[in-house]
C-alpha cells in the first residue's frame, strides 16, 4: 500500500513540475486568437486525454487527472499563453460544454434518474425485487445472467440502459455476493455493445446521420453481422458466467464479494441514501415505474424526432436527438411515479420531494465526471485532433487495403479511447471510409470496413475511463470508477484482440473470394477456446 501511494505522488508531482516548467515562459507569450500551429493537427493533439487517461490508472484519482489532462489540452492550444490557457480551459472548456443543450439535457436526465432510484428505494419496491429475486435466482451465475438479459432488453439508448439496468439489478447481485465491479462490466457491456447492433435505438440514429445519401439505417442493418466487437462482447460475457473464467483484476473483486466485500475497500457511493426503505413495497413499484419509463423515453425519443409531425417511425427514429427525448421521458416517468406512489400511499409528498436532492447528490460523481470528460473532449476538439487521424487514416488506406478493416478497428479504437466518445469517432471515420469504399462499388470490403469503424469506437469507448458510457456504468452500479475500468479493460481488451484476428480474416477471406462472413464464426470460436483456457488456468 505505502509503494502505491508513493508512486501516485510520484506520478502527481513529476507531472505537475512538468507543467509548471512549461508554464514557465508562458507569461512572457502573447496570447494567440486561435490554436497554436505548433500543436494544432499534430499528434501533440492527443497529448491531454493520454495525460488524463494515464494520470487516472496510475494515481486511481479521476478528478485530478480529468483536470490536468484539460490543463495540458489549454496550454497547447494558448502556446503556453497565461491568459489563453485561464480563458480556454473554463470559457471555452468547462463553461461551454456546461452550456451546451446537449450536454445539459443529459445531465438533467441524470438527475431525474437519480430521483426515480430514490424513489423506488424508499418506495420498497428495490427491496422487494430483491426479495422475490432471491427467492427465484438461485445462484451467483443466475443472477448475472439475468443483468445481461435485462441489458440486452433495454437497448434503446446506452445512458437508459446503464441507469436502469444498474438500479434494477443491484439488490439482486449484492444478494448473490456479486461484486460491484462485475455488475459495472455487465450493464457497460450490455450498453454501448448493445445498442450498436440494435436497429432502433439512438445509435442507429446516430450512424445513419452521418451517411449523406439518406441510405444511413439500411447500412447500419448490414453492418451488423460485422460488428465483431460488440458480437464477441456479447459471448464474452456469457462464457465468463457460465465458465466462471474470471481473470486478471476480477478475480481479486470477485473472490472478495464472495468473502462479503462487495466494494474492495472503496464504495464512493457510501451514504447517498441511508434512508430505511418501506416494509410494505412490492414488486410492483418498482417493475411499473420503469415500464412506464421505458415508453415514455420511446415515445419522447420519437416525438424528438418529428413522428407526431408526419413522420415514420424509422425516420422518427433516425432523426431522433437522444437529449431531448430522454429528458422529456424521464420527466413524464417522474410525475408518474410520484402520482402513482401516493394513490399506493407509500410515502407522503414531503418524503417523496426529500427524494429528489437526495437522487441529485447520488448522481454527482458521475455528473462531475461527464462535465470534466467532456471539457477534455472540447479540448482534444480544439486542438485537432480528429481532423489529424482522419489524414492519417486516408493517407494510407490504398496501401493496406488487405489489412484496413483491422487497421480502421484499431484506429477507431485508439481515438474513441483518447477523446472518449464514440459518436465522435463514428463522425469522422464513416466518412472516410465511404469515400475509400463506396457502397456503389460493390467491394465486400466496404460494409466490413464500415462496421469495424463502428466496432472499434465501441471498443475504445468500452475501455475508456472518460467515456460518458463507462462512466454512467459506475454510477449505475454505484461502483468505484477507477476500480471499474481497471477490472473491465482486460476483458475489453481481450474481445479486441479477437475482433481485431477476425478482421483479418474478413480482409483476407475477400481478397481469396471467400464470403466475409465468415470471419464471425471464426471469432466465436477463438473467444470461447480462450475463455475455456482461462477457466482451466483458474482451476489449476
Known amino acids: ?29 502573447e496570447e494567440g486568437t486561435g490554436a497554436d500551429p505548433r500543436f494544432y493537427e499534430t499528434f501533440w493533439s492527443l497529448l491531454p486525454p493520454v495525460v488524463a ?13 480529468l483536470f490536468l489532462g484539460i490543463l495540458t489540452g489549454g496550454l497547447l492550444w494558448s502556446g503556453f499563453a497565461f491568459e489563453g490557457t485561464i480563458t ?21 436526465f441524470l438527475v431525474i434518474l437519480g430521483a426515480m432510484v430514490c424513489l ?32 440486452i432488453l433495454i437497448f434503446i439508448d446506452d445512458y437508459f440502459n446503464c441507469l436502469t439496468v444498474g438500479s434494477v439489478m443491484r439488490p439482486v447481485t449484492d444478494s448473490h455476493q456479486v461484486s460491484r465491479a462485475k455488475l459495472a462490466y455487465l450493464i457497460d457491456a450490455t450498453a454501448a455493445p448493445v445498442c450498436i447492433i440494435a436497429p432502433i435505438s439512438s445509435w442507429a440514429a446516430a450512424v445513419s446521420g452521418f451517411v449523406d445519401d439518406g441510405s444511413g439505417l439500411a447500412l447500419f442493418i448490414r453492418a451488423i453481422p460485422y460488428n465483431y466487437y460488440a458480437l464477441l462482447t ?57 415500464l412506464v419509463l421505458v415508453i415514455c423515453c420511446v415515445i419522447g425519443m420519437i416525438y424528438s424526432g418529428g413522428f407526431f409531425s408526419g413522420a415514420s417511425f424509422v425516420d422518427a427514429f433516425s432523426g431522433s436527438d437522444a437529449s431531448v427525448g430522454l429528458l422529456l421521458g424521464s420527466a413524464f416517468g417522474l410525475v408518474f411515479t410520484v402520482v402513482f406512489y401516493l394513490l399506493r400511499r407509500r410515502m ?14 447520488a448522481m454527482v460523481p458521475a455528473i462531475m465526471i461527464l462535465t470534466f470528460a467532456w471539457s477534455l473532449k472540447a479540448m482534444t476538439d480544439s486542438l485537432g485532433a480528429g481532423e489529424f487521424v482522419a489524414a492519417v487514416v486516408k493517407s494510407s488506406a490504398a496501401g493496406f487495403q488487405l489489412f484496413l478493416p483491422a487497421i480502421i478497428f484499431v484506429i477507431g479504437c485508439f481515438l474513441s479511447f483518447a477523446t472518449g466518445t464514440s459518436w465522435g469517432t463514428f463522425g469522422i471515420l464513416i466518412p472516410i471510409v465511404l469515400s475509400v469504399f463506396p457502397l456503389e462499388s460493390g467491394n465486400p470490403l466496404s460494409i466490413v470496413c464500415v462496421s469495424a469503424c463502428m466496432a472499434g469506437a465501441v471498443c475504445g469507448d468500452h475501455c475508456s475511463p472518460i467515456s460518458d458510457t463507462t462512466i454512467m456504468a459506475s454510477a449505475g ?56 483456457a482461462m477457466a482451466r488456468r483458474k482451476k489449476a
Not at 494520470?55 to 485530478?64: G, H, N, P
Not at 407522503?348 to 447528490?361: A, V
Open 1 to 29: 500500500m505505502k509503494n502505491k501511494t508513493r508512486r501516485a505522488r510520484t506520478a502527481v508531482g513529476l507531472v505537475a513540475v512538468l507543467l509548471v516548467l512549461l508554464a514557465v515562459p508562458a507569461f512572457a507569450a
Open 53 to 65: 487517461i494515464a494520470l487516472a490508472l496510475i494515481t486511481k484519482e479521476v478528478y485530478s487527472s
Open 348 to 361: 407522503k409528498f414531503k418524503e417523496m420531494m426529500d427524494c429528489i436532492p437526495e437522487g441529485f447528490k
Open 120 to 151: 423506488m428505494n424508499r418506495a420498497g419496491g428495490s427491496a422487494a425485487f430483491g426479495r422475490w429475486a432471491q427467492k427465484n435466482i438461485k445462484t451467483r451465475a443466475g443472477a448475472q445472467l439475468a443483468t445481461i438479459v435485462l441489458g
Open 88 to 108: 480556454h480551459v473554463f470559457q471555452d472548456g468547462i463553461v461551454s460544454v456546461l452550456a451546451n443543450s446537449y450536454n445539459v439535457g443529459i445531465l438533467a
Open 477 to 532: 452500479a454505484q461502483c468505484d470508477h477507477v476500480s471499474h475500468v481497471t477490472t473491465q479493460l482486460p476483458y475489453a481488451m481481450t474481445a479486441a484482440a479477437v475482433s481485431c484476428i477476425a478482421y483479418i480474416a474478413a480482409g483476407i477471406f475477400a481478397a481469396v473470394g471467400l464470403p466475409t462472413w465468415l470471419a464471425l464464426p471464426l471469432g466465436v470460436a477463438m473467444m470461447l477456446l480462450v475463455l475455456a
Open 234 to 290: 456479447i459471448v464474452m460475457m456469457v462464457g465468463l458466467v457460465v465458465m466462471k473464467a474470471d481473470f486478471g483484476p476480477m478475480a481479486v473483486h470477485e473472490a472478495n464479494a464472495i468473502e462479503g466485500d462487495l466494494f474492495s475497500g472503496k464504495n464512493p457511493y457510501a451514504g447517498a441514501d441511508e434512508s430505511a426503505a418501506a416494509e410494505n413495497g412490492t414488486v410492483l413499484d418498482l417493475v411499473a415505474p420503469i
